[in-house]
Structure formats: C-alpha cells, structure tokens
C-alpha cells in the first residue's frame, strides 16, 4: 500500500490515547506508527480518523481493528504528516480499494470542484486585499496572493465553526459574514456555496466595499 507521504510536522505521542490530541485536530493527513510488533498508519480529517491499518509480520488489520492494534501495541514513535486535497484525495481511494475505512465512517469528507478564478481575482483586486482563499473541510482549495492557506484554512474552518454554533446558540441566524481585526490586519469569512472564502488585508484597510463585494459574490450562488 503506497499512500502519498505528505509534508512532515514532527513526532506525537499517542492521540488515540488523548495524550496528545490536540495535535492532530487541525490537520488533514496521514499519522504513522512504529512499535515492536510492527507499524501502521492512521488516516485522519481535522482530528477524526477516517482509516487505519496495521502490519505485524505477515498479518495485516484494517479499519477498526488496526486501531484496537495500534493502542495494545503502545507505539514507540508517531510521525504526523500533512496531506494537501489531491494527496489526502488519493489516500482516501487507496483506503477504500484496501477495505480500511473505519465500519462506521458512512460519509467521507471530500473537496468541491475549483470556482471560477475569476470570483477570487474580483476580491483579490480590491484596494487593502492581500490574499484570499477558498476553502472546505479544513483545506485551501483555490487561493489567489500570499499567505500560509493551509494553514489559514484549518485555522479558518475552527473560527467559522465557532461563528456558527454562538449564532445558532444565540438564535441570530445564519452566518453571513465573520471579521476578524487585529493590528496587524483583518480576516473576513464568508459562505460561498459548498465552500466558504477567507479575505485577508492589512490594517488600516477599509473593508466596506469589500464587504459589498462579497455579498454580491454571495448573492450570485444563492
């Protein structure tokens, strides 16, 4: 089994064991283990395992399974690293061909197609906008200027999660649009159909037209 090998972020101890769970909750990816009995991987979206598997001598275990293995074995080393969409797109159909998707993991987070570049470089050209990124699931699927989108869109994805469940505990409605201003710039969230798109500026940036801008992108997908 060949899954795409990712960009490495390091060594964890064990997450399954909550011991350093914290870790993998903002990334898409791929966990490795090492132990003396054999080695495994863990396929995982934003914190949630999708599939695993497990190799001791000629024995494989797969899905649920493999996990069970991988906590009795104790693992020595866990390497966590990080997929971009095609890698973790490969890896999820190399797991479902293998049969190591967990039993219960029913719907598997996937990436909508590419908008039009056009919607991004109509933001991108607004006076102050430094970069914008459309994302989904935790990952950046289109971007346009220079910043860290992958890691802007799983930092993206927790702030909007966050924005919805205070407007839906408060009873104010759906999410329209979420700023985040800071001295050193501002961050504007917005849905856009299946993906939502992240607008960064700098700090003395007047985001009223860019605002309108938005909502008229908007406007155009509902």
Known sequence: MNLPEG??????NNPLQDTDV????????????TAQLGEGVILINKGKIIAASFTSGDKLYYGNGALEVINATSPEKME??????DEYHVA??????????LQDETHIPTIPDLLDESVLRKILVQPGVIAVSAFSEGFSVQSLGKADFDQVAAMAEDLLRAGIKIARDMKIGLIDQIILE????KIIIAPYGDLFLCV????DTNIGLIRIVLKSIQSDVR
Request: hydrophobic share 35%; charged share 10%; glycine share 12%.
């Open 80 to 85: 966590l690293n990080s997929y971009t969409a």
């Open 200 to 203: 960064f500026t700098g700090p």
């Open 182 to 185: 800071t001295n050193s710039g």
């Open 92 to 101: 999820v159909e190399i797991c479902r061909n293998e049969n190591l998707l």
């Open 22 to 33: 914290q870790r993998i909750i903002g990334h898409i990816g791929l966990i490795k283990t």
């Open 7 to 12: 960009t490495h972020l390091g060594y964890i």
